[in-house]
């Protein structure tokens, strides 16, 4: 039996759906302090158990008769509010998954991180998967917990754990339209009129899923992989989204000291609502950013595998993305 931490999450959504199409049994965990509603879909493959990572009793029971592991469970927030949280599912959690994992014997463990636990170093130098941390530069709480949890990932393999790490830049997928980088198509759908002039990595969701399996499958241990369709501006994916969706495109440009005023609205906002702001310091920061990642090293490692053209993945969202609206 396959394991899956963080089940009702973007990624761990489709990686379910995918292995229980080729046939393996999942058990999906999933917690319900963090996740309002699973998906109303019932398949016999799937296993959902509600499991608080924290919890080393239940993640114990939970781990009885796996084989192998996709450790996806992680808080993604950048509000100073949840650090504490945050820090306490993606460290601490991480760090209960690898001792059990390693208690259990599991036979292999794929651990999805983020291209934000990579090294800080910007363009023109590509980032690679041996970019060094530096303690001395400004990180995200976010990125400090995944790197964190990383190197818990590490200990693991260090202490006899079969194990693989991926680095997903941001993912677009088909999910909940109110949450991390899907909400984007929101705001574009809204026709939000700026744009920033900042670059980063982009990868589908269906082509993270397809790696970690091919991953698994395969005999690669000990290995980290950065997964990126290629570097594209803001203004090129949001351009790209209000096409696909027939909606205006962002015409007007956000100047830095405009998305340092948008950034604290959101914060005033969400202190007023009580609900996690949308925009934070850090996404504001880093949307003026120019960063890129190489793609090198899995495409070496992987030769026959090929990412989908990223404007092909925006086209199918968007039309998932409008067949909701009209039903709606």
Excluded at 162 to 173: C, D, K, Q, S, Y
Aim: aromatic share 10%.
């Amino acid at each position: 039996m396959v394991l899956v931490t963080g089940a009702s999450g973007l990624v761990g959504l489709h990686l379910i759906k995918q292995l229980s199409i080729e046939g393996y049994s999942v058990r999906a965990l999933y917690n319900s302090n963090l996740t309002k509603t699973l998906p109303e879909t019932v398949d016999s493959q799937i296993e959902w158990l509600n499991c608080d990572i924290l919890n080393v009793n239940q993640l114990d029971e939970a781990f009885k008769g796996i084989r192998t592991l996709y450790h996806c469970a992680a808080i993604v927030s950048y509000d100073p509010r949840f650090v504490e949280r945050m820090m306490e599912i993606n460290v601490e959690g991480t760090a209960n998954v690898i001792n059990i994992a390693l208690e259990h014997q599991v036979d292999k463990l794929v651990y999805m991180s983020s291209i934000a636990a990579l090294g800080n170093e910007t363009h023109p130098t590509l980032v690679t998967e041996k970019s060094e941390w530096d303690t001395t530069e400004s990180h995200s709480q976010y990125a400090i917990s995944k790197q964190k949890a990383e190197m818990e990932v590490w200990r693991g393999i260090a202490e006899g754990l079969n194990a693989v790490i991926v680095n997903p830049a941001i993912i677009l997928g088909e999910g909940d339209w109110e949450k991390s980088s899907t909400n984007l198509f929101q705001l574009v759908y809204d026709e939000f009129p700026y744009y920033t002039s900042g670059e980063t990595a982009w990868v589908d969701v269906k082509d993270v899923v397809n790696i970690m399996m091919i991953l698994m499958n395969s005999t690669i241990s000990g290995e980290q992989f950065i997964l990126s369709a290629g570097n594209y501006s803001f203004q090129y994916i949001f351009t790209q989204m209000a096409l696909a969706m027939h909606k205006k495109p962002p015409h007007k440009k956000a100047s830095k000291w405009m998305t340092e005023l948008v950034w604290r609205f959101s914060y005033l906002k969400s202190l007023i609502t009580n609900k996690q702001a949308t925009i934070s310091k850090e996404t504001a920061r880093a949307s003026q950013e120019k960063k890129h990642f190489s793609q090198a090293k899995l495409r070496t490692t992987l030769e026959h595998f090929q990412y989908t053209e990223i404007e092909k993945t925006i086209k199918r969202i968007c039309l998932h993305f409008n067949s909701l609206k009209t039903e709606k």
